[in-house]
């Protein structure tokens, strides 16, 4: 069973602090990593992908990608009120098309 | 706005009926994937079409089973409804697997209910 990992929170971070999320996973064969944000009642939004080892930074968003220890992070920098919601960790296998999801975690951004 | 669209937005149906979802790709994209999201838990994969044809399936019984067309949309299909296929359903379109791209986008879903 390949098996992606979050701590489902909530996490509770001021307004203007980091934040910072996490993700392990299971498979060695994974190729494809992605951060999915999902608002309550809504579906999943893509924010950020990485591929490679090391970091990608896209605006206030930064994912960190560990191979050799299986992880995967997500920080927000400034986090606001808005930054409210689950944030979903998907990965692919090298073997297939399909995104394998974590529970997600559970951010909360208080002013 | 993602592009994807899916219909309907929700559906209540009674156990042992039959129900059809449909989903609009994104334009380039030719690629489907459905997904089953219960209540608290991340979205389960349940099968991906490209190319008309089946090209990867979940953990989901037959019962569970889809369709694309020429134009890319797709059809999931759920015969005997069952209490727990209560859920959202995601439907994410994406470019040609194998392409290097894998990034899939999520349509608004359909929320199912079986009483």
């Known amino acids: 069973q390949k098996e992606v990992e979050q701590n489902s929170g909530p996490l509770s971070v001021p307004e203007g602090a980091i934040a910072s999320l996490n993700c392990t996973y299971s498979d060695r064969g994974s190729q494809s990593f992605f951060w999915y944000r999902q608002y309550s009642g809504k579906s999943p939004e893509l924010i950020m992908f990485i591929y490679s080892n090391g970091d990608k930074e896209d605006g206030r968003f930064t994912a960190q990608l560990n191979k050799a220890s299986q992880y995967v992070s997500l920080l927000i920098r400034d986090s606001q009120p808005s930054d409210s919601a689950t944030y979903l960790c998907?990965?692919?296998?090298?073997?297939?098309?399909?995104?394998?999801f974590g529970k997600g975690t559970s951010l909360l951004v208080t002013p | 706005e993602t592009g994807v669209t899916q219909s309907p937005t929700h559906l209540i149906k009674t156990r042992g009926q039959q129900v059809t979802l449909r989903c609009s790709s994104q334009?380039?994209?030719?690629?489907v994937s459905w997904y089953q999201q219960a209540l608290g838990q991340g979205p389960q994969f349940i099968f991906q079409?490209?190319?008309?044809?089946?090209?990867g399936r979940g953990n989901f019984p037959p019962r569970f089973s889809g369709l694309q067309f020429p134009n890319y949309s797709s059809e999931l299909n759920v015969n005997a409804l069952e209490l727990d296929d209560s859920a959202l359903y995601l439907c994410a379109s994406s470019s040609s697997p194998g392409l290097g791209s894998y990034e899939q986008y999520f349509g608004p879903g359909t929320r199912l209910t079986v009483t």
């Open positions: 334009s380039g994209h030719n690629t």
């Open positions: 079409y490209y190319r008309e044809e089946e090209n």
């Open positions: 998907a990965v692919r296998s090298g073997s297939g098309y399909a995104l394998n």
